[in-house]
């Protein structure tokens, strides 16, 4: 199974792994009006397709960085910290990279390197936006103290 299908399919199973029940238990999602629930459900898809995106493209970074932008603009938007912002990123990678997961068992995917890859860009990836974010994160907080 090709990469691609593979995250296809992912991103049809993450749906399910990030529905409301899930999401309802974590202490940043609490925080959130319906408005802003609603965003950030539909920033898994953001996330899924950049990943796409960065495997079709064998390592172009730049979606990461945008992704990581958005996430932090909108935490700081709807009131989360930076940890919330993270907490929230890590939620929803952690429901992609869970599903990916699925998929290759499913698929009875046996070769050893071909988790290592996938797991490998996979983290790769999310690294990236996590840096953006907190760098984004950080610029915001450092010009709201300039205005100070």
């Known amino acids: 199974m090709e990469p691609e299908n593979i995250l296809q399919t992912a ?3 993450v749906r399910v792994q990030i529905g409301e029940a ?3 238990s974590e202490s940043w999602y609490k925080k959130l009006d319906e408005n802003a629930r609603k965003q950030y459900r539909e ?3 953001s996330l899924s ?3 796409m995106a960065y495997i079709a493209s064998r390592g172009d970074e730049s979606d990461a960085h ?3 932008f958005d996430y932090a603009s909108r935490a700081r938007r709807y009131g989360l910290s930076e940890v919330d912002a993270t907490r929230a990123l890590l939620f929803f990678r952690n429901a992609l990279i869970e599903s990916v997961m699925k998929v ?3 698929a009875n995917v046996l070769s050893g390197n071909a988790w290592e890859e996938m797991l490998h860009k996979m983290h790769t990836f999310t690294d990236h936006i996590l840096i953006s974010l907190l760098e984004t994160y950080n ?3 450092n010009a709201n103290h300039e205005q100070d």
């Open 43 to 45: 920033s898994a898809r």
């Open 22 to 24: 899930n999401l309802a």
């Open 104 to 106: 290759y068992r499913e």
């Open 66 to 68: 945008a992704i990581g």
């Open 139 to 141: 610029k915001f907080e």
């Open 49 to 51: 397709q950049g990943l």
């Open 11 to 13: 991103m049809k199973n």
